[in-house]
């Protein structure tokens, strides 16, 4: 939960009680004669009061299996959940006068500590991570849709490079010769040698940039050739860089030249100094198809970090609470005899 | 599903000049006219118990009874299976915790309408046609999916007809006035009973609205009357749709589209006010073939004049105090619900995402949501279906998400062409589908924001009745088998949209679009979005149509 303005009754509300505790803890009449802690009424009052906030904040994980009941806004449970569980580790503190204590109590401490740990860091995670998704994964999907659309892009992965190249297992012959390796007026481009090999180039020795991107030249209209059918010619470097690159990526592969967009980037300008222009629209779709796939695996990674911290948080809670129960039963039946 | 049915399926004897001669509504067209489109009218020869089309499928052509009668019916899942009965739910019950009922219930009389001569009731969703009776019409004229499942009650004799020749057809006095004949005795009754104003009224004045309403038609696209005119009665329609809107400092406003047994204007009769709408004669969407080139259809009404209807009035004097009262709540009621209108144009970002339709449009804001999915969860437990109105993708707004859920657009298009009239809009403006939707899908082919969802009849967890039963083993008939599920804004719920009520992060809200939008583009973080929005103006109520 994002920590804004709504929060400041909240919090103030958190901070008068922590201090009423501790005066009420610190001028607590029987600590002269019995000492601090939870053998008082004070100290007594503080530990019920933190097993009532704790069993608050464990109430949270119930409410969530029902939340169309009108119980209350779930926001003003969150809220709760957070500052209630933040004030009973104060409470239980006092409750203990800051001493371990037993082998019970120090397992509640440790409890205590992992719980409160792994739940400052769960909302710290919250502060930024879905900031994070938003601006870095513009076509967030559903969780559950993830590896549905993953495979979705790499069935279209194949249909591309079919459509574009004939085929992807074998080589298509290529009628243009050999490119150059850096086009005049261009910047050196780092192209991987084996499938710039593979490269056409333009038909006059011109640079191979001024094929890929300049359009056609104009022809009358009478002398236009009939629309060739099947794949249009020179897709060899986009099926090279398809099979060695994009296909073992969009399965789930690492590939350094394509997890980071920057690489990606400068790999895709390469491959496109040496495509013919009928070629480039299947570089924008292959090229396409892995920008998405790894925003989605972006999501998926980023939505395991922030949902991570539940892992402990959850069962440790709900260890804590039984704990606290146990040591509740006992330290009362000791306090009766 | 509504697929158009392509014309192979289009069997039976083809028939000759004479022998269509020989049949009474054919009596007076001319030779020339049934020549001009030959094997355009088939004889079809059905068994008692053969299935003649069914409910949500494609169809492209009339029928006319001949001979025998058929049986005409709607079918209804009509009872709850186990979901909403565990431990939870009865704990949840005990507590006086609610679910959203995924059907309402309305009265038996309450008018089904059909794309038949005759309609149904909610009541009893089926009746007999016999001999001399049309159904089909709409999915000949306008290729809408089959309304109802039609089956031979006798042995029967029927003509099937292609569109060319039933346009030829409606031209005929003899095949008007017999269909104008059968309206007036077997569906003006029900139609009549249906208006809210008339609910209760003696049959006597029934009878007597009956016989002084006069039965028009209108091309679509052409206006039945205009803002500001004045009021000289109620409408009610018979066939076709009627678009309402109305003129705001913006532009004009789609506000309602209207069908079968729906009227306007009947505040009209009472108060002798100016329209406060124009209403207009739409078309139906072309499904299946946007190319297709075809005349505008026709939107027949019966109007009943001020002057007719306080006549009749006039001989039952107490019935005019209750409709007086009536009419005062029914104003009140509108002032209520009070629609804001846009004054101005918005960015083209925000035109193409049609958030200024949203009258309470759902947003996620992605900064706070941690996809904790309890907004979807919590949709899905506030319903007796268990099915979610919400699904938690659709296109963004700087950091808002728009959800795809029903955002109460101004301009309902979901509202066209549903050929049982199963989807309208309630007096809360929320959009409502009826239990009697036949699963055909146009709702939510027509809605451009995907916030109508069809669901198959098993995620509803329901029992087919034991009839229906019988007649799936048999395989007599196909059952219903989708339902359109569309967001209620759970407004029967007192803690307001599950949705927004179980977002533990506040990131779930629904707002007024034109409210958020505005204020939004006052506030200082807003970055995206151009800053020419005004404020937005407050539109008068609207009597749909009057």
């Known amino acids: 939960m994002l920590l804004d303005r709504k929060h400041k009754a909240w919090a103030w509300f958190t901070v008068a009680l922590a201090v009423i505790g501790a005066l009420a803890w610190w001028f607590d009449p029987e600590a002269s004669t019995i000492g601090r802690g939870g053998s008082t009424i004070v100290g007594l009052t503080l530990g019920s009061l933190a097993l009532l906030f704790m069993l608050f904040c464990v109430a949270l994980s119930l409410k969530r299996r029902v939340p169309h009941w009108r119980l209350g806004r779930a926001q003003a449970w969150m809220r709760g959940h957070i500052w209630l569980g933040l004030l009973s580790v104060w409470f239980v503190a006092l409750h203990g006068a800051f001493e371990r204590g037993g082998p019970l109590t120090t397992l509640l401490w440790v409890l205590i500590a992992l719980v409160t740990l792994s739940a400052v860091f769960g909302l710290i995670l919250q502060q930024f991570v879905p900031r994070l998704l938003l601006h870095s994964v513009p076509g967030e999907t559903l969780a559950q849709q993830m590896d549905r659309e993953l495979e979705w892009i790499r069935k279209r992965g194949e249909e591309v490079v079919i459509e574009f190249c004939g ?37 006059q020795g011109g640079a191979a940039a001024a094929v890929a991107t300049a359009p ?38 690492y590939r350094p030249q394509l997890a980071s967009p920057g690489r990606a980037q400068s790999l895709e300008a390469a491959l496109r100094t040496m495509c013919p222009a009928p070629i480039q629209p299947g570089i924008d779709a292959v090229m396409s198809l892995c920008d998405r796939a790894r925003q989605l695996r972006r999501q998926r990674r980023l939505m395991r970090i922030l949902f991570a911290w539940l892992i402990l948080h959850i069962p440790l809670s709900w260890a804590l609470i039984v704990l606290a129960i146990v040591h509740a039963v006992f330290a009362l039946r000791f306090l009766q005899r | ?159 099937e007809i292609l569109r060319n020749m039933y346009e030829v057809l409606q031209r005929s006095k003899t095949f008007k006035g017999r269909m104008d004949a059968i309206y007036r005795e077997r569906v003006l009754d029900n139609h009549l009973k249906n208006v809210w104003l008339f609910d209760g009224l003696p049959q006597g004045v029934i009878d007597d609205l009956k016989r002084v309403g006069e039965l028009l038609s209108y091309e679509a696209g052409k206006q039945i009357f205009a803002e500001g005119d004045a009021a000289d009665g109620m409408y009610l329609i018979r066939r076709g749709q009627v678009r309402v809107s109305k003129k705001f400092p913006g532009g004009e406003r789609n506000l309602a589209y209207l069908t079968r047994g729906d009227c306007v204007g009947e505040i009209a009769l009472l108060h002798d006010t100016p329209r406060s709408a124009t209403c207009t004669a739409a078309d139906h969407p072309i499904l299946g073939d946007p190319g297709r080139k075809r005349r505008p259809a026709q939107v027949e009404l019966v109007k009943i004049r001020t002057e007719d209807f306080k006549r009749v009035i006039a001989e039952y004097p107490e019935v005019r105090s209750r409709l007086e009262i009536l009419a005062e709540r029914r104003l009140l009621e509108q002032a209520e619900a009070r629609v804001l209108i846009t004054p101005t144009v918005y960015s083209r970002e925000v035109e193409d995402l049609g958030l200024i339709q949203g009258q309470n449009l759902m947003l996620i804001n992605l900064e706070k949501c941690t996809r904790c999915d309890q907004c979807a969860q919590a949709c899905m437990k506030a319903h007796d ?148 929005v005004r404020a937005p103006v407050e539109a008068q109520p609207v009597d749909e149509g009057t």
């Not at chain 1, 986009?238 to 073992?248: H, K, T």
């Not at chain 2, 007599?476 to 088998?481: I, Q, S």
Request: charge should be neutral; proline fraction near 10%; charged fraction near 20%.
């Open chain 2, 385 to 532: 279906d268990g099915i979610s109105r919400l699904i938690r993708e659709g296109p963004r707004l700087d950091k808002y998400l728009v959800p795809a859920s029903c955002r109460m657009c101004l301009d309902p298009v979901c509202m066209i062409g549903c050929p049982v009239g199963s989807i309208r809009k309630a007096k809360d403006l929320n959009i409502v589908i009826e239990d009697w939707c036949v699963g055909c899908g146009v709702c939510s082919k027509q809605c451009p924001y995907n916030s109508i969802q069809m669901h198959t009849l098993e995620e509803f967890g329901r029992h087919v009745s034991e009839e229906a039963r019988r007649v799936a083993e048999t395989g007599e008939v196909v059952e219903v088998t989708d339902r359109a599920v569309v967001c209620d804004q759970c407004s029967g719920l007192p803690q307001g949209p599950a949705c927004v009520y179980a977002c533990p992060h506040d990131a779930a809200m629904r707002v007024n679009a034109v409210e958020f939008l505005s204020g939004y583009l006052t506030s200082p973080g807003a970055t995206t979005l151009p800053s020419f």
């Open chain 2, 1 to 159: 599903m509504a697929k158009a049915m392509p014309l192979a399926e289009f069997e039976g004897q083809v028939m000759s000049l004479e022998e269509l001669k020989a049949v009474d509504i054919f009596e007076d067209v001319k030779p020339d006219a049934i020549e001009k489109y030959p094997g355009t009218v088939r004889k079809r020869l059905f068994r008692a118990g053969d299935v003649i089309c069914q409910q949500g499928e494609g169809g492209t052509t009339a029928f006319y009874i001949v001979e025998g009668t058929c049986r005409i019916f709607i079918r209804r899942p009509d009872e709850m299976a186990g979901k909403g009965r565990g431990l939870v739910a009865r704990i949840g019950r005990a507590l006086g915790q609610q679910k959203l009922p995924s059907t309402r219930k309305h009265k038996a009389e309450a008018v089904v309408p059909i794309d038949a001569s005759v309609d149904l009731t909610y009541g009893r969703l089926a009746t007999t046609l016999e001999a001399g009776n049309v159904f089909g019409e709409m999915s000949c004229l306008n290729l809408a999916p089959r309304s109802a499942t039609v089956v031979a009650e006798t042995d029967c004799i029927l003509l």
């Open chain 1, 216 to 253: 056609p030249p104009a022809s009358p209209p009478a002398a236009a050739p009939p629309k060739p059918k099947g794949p249009p010619v020179g897709g060899e470097p986009l099926r090279r860089f398809y099979v060695d690159y994009a296909r073992p990526f969009l399965a789930g592969e």
């Open chain 1, 167 to 203: 085929s992807i297992e074998t080589a298509q012959p290529s009628p243009m010769p050999e490119p150059p390796t850096k086009a005049p007026g261009m910047p050196p481009v780092s192209t991987p040698a084996h499938f710039a090999a593979a490269a056409p180039a333009p038909a």
